[in-house]
């Protein structure tokens, strides 16, 4: 499944470069009037519960239609009003149902800092996501060599843009301190196999030092799984069915960070 999604991905940035040139993405980060937000910045404030980053999402391969009547600001707005810190929206359109224009539109509504949550295996890919108003990446380790990953989180930083490098064993959190990366996700699902399991934070919670911040991604549903992530030292978590799903969203995420 993730090497079909590569496949299709690096497509997607061919046609990408046929289209739009780097200079005219230059040109659009140089003219944009939109406010960037900190994602680390937030994320790092101390705050007596958890911090969420909430995810926009229509679908996923492993769950098909999340979403049915998906509507990507309102979800963004609800995710504000009840509390998140920071939002990751899929751009990825063929598995996750993602667009471009919704992380841009959310920017235009809603004042917390965006994650763009893709499979960023070009530079271009980098650029694109600050022009389109983002104001962090991800990063996914399984998919990018040491080299590439350091060269990515470097070009990054000089746009302004803070990385999530995501990891899901012990081999990649190795490469993720190794190239200096600040924000480590440990992803709970293989996307390999789609097996999800919050043993696998548990595990590589302790390998990830204090000087840089962990992040728990997928498979958080209820305040049991925030206790249980809590008491291994989780401070931040990245929740996306859970919160997409909910009948009442806001009052969903309320009751999560009260955990
Ligand atoms: O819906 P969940 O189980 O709460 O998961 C959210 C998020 O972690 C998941 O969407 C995700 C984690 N890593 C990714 C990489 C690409 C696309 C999606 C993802």
């Given at each position: ?8 991905r690096k497509k997607a940035v061919e046609d990408l470069k046929a289209k739009v040139s ?179 934070s548990k595990r590589l919670r302790r390998l990830i030092p204090d000087d840089r911040l ?30 997409v799903k909910a009948s009442n969203r806001v009052a969903h995420l309320r009751k999560l960070?009260?955990?």
């Open positions: 499944m993730l090497d079909q999604i590569i496949k299709e780097l200079s005219e993405f230059i040109k659009q980060i140089g003219q944009s009037q939109v406010s960037y937000y900190g994602f680390k910045e937030a994320l790092i404030k101390e705050k007596t519960g958890i911090h969420i980053i909430a995810e926009v999402k229509k679908t996923s391969p492993s769950k098909g239609v999340i979403c049915q009547d998906f509507d990507p600001v309102a979800i963004a707005r609800d995710y504000e009003r009840g509390g998140a810190t920071a939002i990751s929206v899929l751009t990825e359109p063929n598995y996750f149902g993602g667009n471009n224009s919704y992380l841009s539109k959310i920017k235009e509504n809603v004042k917390l800092p965006l994650l763009r949550k893709d499979f960023i295996i070009d530079p271009l890919q980098i650029y694109e996501a600050k022009a389109i108003g983002a104001d962090a990446i991800l990063l996914i380790a399984a998919i990018l060599s040491p080299q590439i990953l350091g060269e990515y989180l470097k070009l990054a930083r000089s746009l302004g843009l803070d990385c999530l490098v995501e990891t899901h064993d012990e081999e990649e959190v190795k490469m993720a301190l190794e190239v200096g990366a600040e924000i480590i996700g440990v992803n709970n699902r293989n996307l390999q196999t789609f097996e999800v399991s919050l043993e696998v962990f992040v728990a991604e997928s498979g958080i549903h209820t305040q049991e799984d925030i206790k249980f992530l809590r008491e291994i030292g989780t401070k931040v978590m990245l929740i996306g069915e859970s919160v960070l009260e955990a």
